[in-house]
């Protein structure tokens, strides 16, 4: 069978190497996924997001992938840099309904210098 | 650049007291959301809100309330504080429909109640 990443609540990186987060959905309905970052200190704010006729898409040294058969999203980070240390979770949504989102646990991403 | 304002970075109040969290957000947004987040609980949903006046319950609304009086401003209510409301709370709003891309947070309100 197909092999996925688990959610890990932290992850440690050395600055430079990539970096993978995977999160796990829950609503095979949910057709519309977004990745935040939150630093400490502040709010989450928007990093990519992925619609599900799509299985991939490309931002600045950010990729989300999307694997609907398991409900899987992982977002990959190229180059993993210092400033990238934060936690970062996934969101779920169902078509263009902004009434609610649901959030996943969160990863803690550490760079390493 | 600041899209949405929460008028208290840190608060701490004491048990029982009644205490106000200000959200105000300056993009127009049909809808505003409070969230409470907690260490290894992410975020849960307070309440919410779709228009002036509007509000409807989330996944945790015991021992709070809400106010819309103004498109812009979304207030929570903590109408006797209890030390198991210490968290961080996040205000995020939204637009509607097509051209729904997300949530904007605010920074948040570390809440202390002693």
């Known amino acids: 069978g197909e092999s996925v990443g688990l959610h890990l609540p932290t992850l440690s990186v050395q600055e430079g190497d990539n970096s993978i987060i995977n999160c796990a959905y829950s609503?095979?309905?949910?057709?519309?996924f977004i990745w935040y970052k939150q630093e400490s200190g502040k709010g989450p704010q928007f990093i990519i997001d992925?619609?599900?006729?799509?299985d991939k898409r490309q931002g600045q040294r950010v990729t989300v992938l999307l694997n609907k058969t398991v409900k899987h999203l992982s977002l990959q980070i190229a180059a993993t840099q210092p400033g990238d240390s934060a936690v970062y979770f996934c969101?779920?949504?169902?078509?263009?309904?902004?009434?609610?989102?649901?959030f996943g646990d969160g990863t803690t991403l550490t760079v390493k210098p | 650049d600041v899209k949405v304002t929460q008028s208290s970075r840190y608060l701490v109040k004491r048990t029982g007291e009644k205490v106000f969290l200000e959200c105000v957000q300056d993009?127009?947004?049909?809808?505003m959301f409070w969230y409470r987040q907690d260490p290894g609980l992410g975020l849960r949903l307070i309440y919410f809100?779709?228009?002036?006046?509007?509000?409807e319950k989330g996944d945790i609304p015991e021992g709070y309330s809400v106010s819309r009086e103004k498109k812009e401003r979304f207030s929570l209510i903590l109408e006797s504080a209890s030390t198991n409301q210490t968290s961080m709370y996040l205000c995020?709003?939204?637009?509607?429909?097509?051209?729904?891309?997300?949530?904007?947070f605010g920074s948040g309100t570390r809440l202390t109640v002693v």
């Open positions: 993009m127009d947004h049909e809808n």
């Open positions: 992925i619609r599900s006729n799509m």
């Open positions: 809100s779709y228009d002036v006046k509007m509000k």
């Open positions: 969101a779920e949504n169902i078509g263009t309904n902004a009434g609610k989102s649901t």
């Open positions: 995020a709003s939204t637009t509607e429909g097509q051209g729904f891309s997300g949530y904007t």
């Open positions: 609503n095979s309905a949910s057709d519309y």
